[in-house]
């Protein structure tokens, strides 16, 4: 003999459709036509709509009664804690962005240093030419103090652009310049000028450590602490090596830092979400790890 | 002396510019009936624990876009009620009965009527299959009608109307057994018979 299982969701039975108007009629979703029907069934038998429903409305007052259920005191102070805390969670993302912007208005103040240095670099050529030339100097000797200044232009747009964007050649001191200004674009600089101040150095993790669907809090601690959640502090944000493809995953602002970590000889980037679940990607190709 | 009073449009509006206190003081206010709302939906404590912390998360999130149209209390039910679909749809898997199942008494002796028969409907009712659980909730206890429930489960207004029907009946039918099997219970009206009770323990 088979036994239901007690834990098996019920499916009650069909009811008649009666029944089903008079509920209705209980949640006043019964029209017109409907209402005549069922009190015209209640004449029929004798008795009448109210007695009819008695039991209904009986279920629906004590269903609707259970909506004063008491809570746990500790329930709901953690969970209004925790919803508060929420109002505070657009702040750390703006923490981050503000570290970007703040990246990104040091690098615009860097190239328009970097303009600056130039426009003395050519003054101060053209004026060397012209003392060398009155005093009979070569122009090569001219050209290489011109080359210096602009090495020293071109050395601060180095100091801007690690992807050697920027030329040094001093071919052109208006093309020095203007590779200051259009060498690298204010977001890729602002990136590079990010990894820069915050040298992704790999954390090791022991090889027995299972990555695969850890969360952050899961983390061996020293890990754990290069995260700016972890540590509950204004710590430097690692931005995410990985952004793009973490950012085919989940939406952009749920991505919070990537930690640099080695593990049997590879090396990976651990994606924080906000969540503070992660994902592991394989570097340096950036290829998820399951 | 006593601190000012604020008025619950104040309290919004100040909630909506990131005042955490009175964020804090609406969360407090609504806290109980949201928590009712998606234990029921969800069925069980735990899983309850989890789409009340989504709701109120939610809630935080979408102050800023309460526009005052409605009751607040009945825009933290809707927003709770989505809250809570949500995370059954992220689960995806039928809640654990409620503990509350293995804890009904064998009689009424040491509870009062009323406790038991809430218990026994609180029971039944999350034992209910979800198509039917979540319309019944909806309506009795959200306080949604037919073309919003309709709406928010993706199901004709016929459907809801004929799931609700079944669903109370169901209860309905529990509770008239626990009636029938409780001797402390208030017998309901006699019925054209007047038989009594014959399933007493």
Redesign the interface.
């Known amino acids: 003999m088979n036994f239901p299982d007690p834990n098996s969701p019920i499916e009650p039975p069909e009811v008649d459709d009666i029944t089903a108007k008079l509920s209705a009629l209980l949640d006043g979703e019964l029209d017109r036509t409907e209402l005549i029907d069922v009190e015209q069934f209640a004449v029929d038998n004798g008795t009448t709509i109210d007695e009819l429903s008695a039991d209904l409305a009986a279920s629906k007052v004590a269903v609707s009664h259970l909506v004063t259920d008491p809570v746990p005191p500790s329930t709901r102070s953690a969970h209004i804690g925790a919803a508060l805390d929420a109002m505070e969670m657009p702040e750390v993302k703006s923490f981050a962005a503000a570290r970007v912007d703040r990246a990104q208005r040091l690098n615009n103040r860097l190239r328009r240093l970097t303009a600056v240095a130039a426009i003395f670099a050519v003054v101060g050529g053209i004026g060397l030419l012209s003392v060398q030339g009155g005093f009979g100097g070569s122009d090569d000797e001219a050209a290489t103090s011109s080359d210096d200044s602009a090495e020293s232009a071109a050395m601060l747009e180095r100091n801007q652009s690690a992807d050697g964007s920027a030329s040094d050649d001093g071919d052109s001191f208006d093309a020095s310049a203007e590779e200051a200004f259009e060498g690298a674009a204010p977001s890729e600089a602002g990136d590079t000028d990010l990894a820069q101040s915050v040298p992704p150095e790999p954390i090791s993790v022991p090889e027995a450590f299972d990555l695969a669907g850890a969360t952050l809090f899961d983390l061996p601690a020293d890990v754990r602490q290069r995260s700016s959640i972890a540590s509950g502090s204004s710590a430097p944000v690692n931005e995410a090596i990985c952004f793009d493809a973490a950012a085919e995953l989940v939406p952009q602002e749920e991505i919070v830092e990537g930690i640099i970590i080695e593990q049997a000889g590879s090396e990976f980037e651990l994606v924080v979400l906000i969540n503070e679940e992660l994902f592991v990607f394989e570097l340096p190709e950036c290829v998820q790890v399951d | 002396m006593n601190p000012p009073r604020h008025t619950q449009t104040e309290l919004i509006a100040a909630a909506q510019k990131?005042d955490?206190r009175a964020?804090?003081t609406l969360?407090?206010s609504e806290?109980?009936?949201i928590?009712?709302?998606c234990?029921?939906i969800m069925g069980n404590d735990a899983d309850a624990?989890d789409g009340?912390?989504e709701a109120?998360?939610a809630?935080?999130?979408g102050i800023s876009r309460f526009d005052g149209r409605s009751k607040f209390s009945t825009w933290t039910y809707r927003v709770a009620t989505n809250a809570c679909l949500d995370e059954i749809r992220r689960k995806k898997r039928?809640p654990?009965?409620s503990d509350h199942?293995e804890e009904l008494p064998l009689s009424s002796q040491s509870h009062d009527a009323q406790t038991t028969?809430?218990m026994v409907?609180?029971a039944a009712?999350d034992?209910?299959?979800?198509?039917?659980r979540l319309p019944?909730?909806l309506?009795?206890?959200v306080g949604c009608?037919?073309r919003e429930i309709g709406e928010l489960l993706n199901i004709a207004p016929g459907t809801v109307?004929?799931r609700?029907?079944?669903?109370?009946?169901?209860?309905?039918n529990t509770?008239?057994n626990q009636t029938d099997n409780e001797t402390v219970i208030e017998p309901?009206?006699p019925s054209e018979s007047g038989q009594s009770p014959t399933h007493r323990p």
């Open positions: 990131g955490k964020m804090n969360l407090e806290y109980d009936r928590h009712s709302v234990r029921r624990a009340c912390q109120l998360l809630i935080v999130r039928r654990l009965p199942v028969d809430r409907l609180s009712l034992q209910l299959a979800d198509d039917f019944l909730v309506r009795d206890i009608d037919y109307r004929s609700i029907a079944r669903g109370r009946k169901h209860l309905s509770l008239g309901k009206p």
